[in-house]
Each structure stands twice: as C-alpha cells, then as structure tokens.
C-alpha cells in the first residue's frame, strides 16, 4: 500500500508557474506508474500527465503539453508536475494517483492510491 500526499498549490496569476510535489509513503513507492489528474468545478475529474515507474518516460495531455511537465524522483518518493505558462482553464483541484498496473497511468478506473488533492486558482 501507498500513501500519497499533494503539495505546492496555491493562487498565481495567468503566465505564471508552480511546481506541485506529490510525496509517497510506504511500500515500493518505485513499482508504481503515476499520474497527475485534475478537476475544475462542475467538471469531471480528468487526466493531466503521467509517467512510468523508471521516470524514463512520460505522457501529457493535449491541453497541456509543452506547458507542464512530469517528472518523478525514486530517491525521494516524489512526483512532481513544473506548470509553466498558466491559464484560467488550469483551475483546478490537483490530484496524484498511482497503479500498479503500468506503463502509463491515463484512467480513472485503473487507479489504485489517490492523493487528498491541492488546489490551483489562476486568476489576476
């Protein structure tokens, strides 16, 4: 099992950037394929990016590549999401999932450990 716990949220203004970290606690945190989901208000919770349990490779999605990027540090039982060149759209609660079954971690259903959430709100 494990534990996983979302940091780095808060407000910035519409071009800026923030760095989310999602530390994991307990066993194997390396044999997991991992994932950033986030949900807006009203809205569905949806993919954002996800990565491998090497760290060797990664996947974002459409609306939000050449913007964020994933990555993950074994060492320290990390993930983090760089969020670069913010939008309004980007609000949202952030959330960190991780599987166990990989490479990539893209549904929902495929979920096993999810995170308690942060907060991002782009706005001037």
């Known amino acids: 099992q494990v534990q996983l716990a979302e940091s780095g949220g808060g407000l910035v203004q519409p071009g800026g950037s923030l760095r989310l970290s999602c530390a994991g606690s307990?066993?194997?945190?390396?044999?997991?394929?991992m994932a950033w989901f986030r949900q807006a208000p009203g809205k569905e919770r949806e993919f954002v990016a996800a990565?491998?349990?090497?760290?060797?490779?990664?996947y974002h999605a459409e609306s939000v590549r050449g913007r964020f990027t994933v990555s993950r540090d074994n060492a320290k039982n990390t993930m983090y999401l760089q969020m670069n060149d913010l939008k309004g759209e980007d609000t949202a609660v952030y959330y960190c999932?991780?599987?166990?079954?990989?490479?990539?971690?893209?549904?929902?259903?495929?979920?096993?450990?999810w995170g308690q959430g942060t907060q991002v709100t782009v706005s001037s």
């Open positions: 999932a991780a599987a166990s079954k990989g490479p990539y971690l893209t549904e929902i259903d495929e979920v096993d450990y």
């Open positions: 307990g066993r194997s945190f390396s044999s997991y394929a």
């Open positions: 990565i491998t349990w090497s760290g060797n490779s990664a």
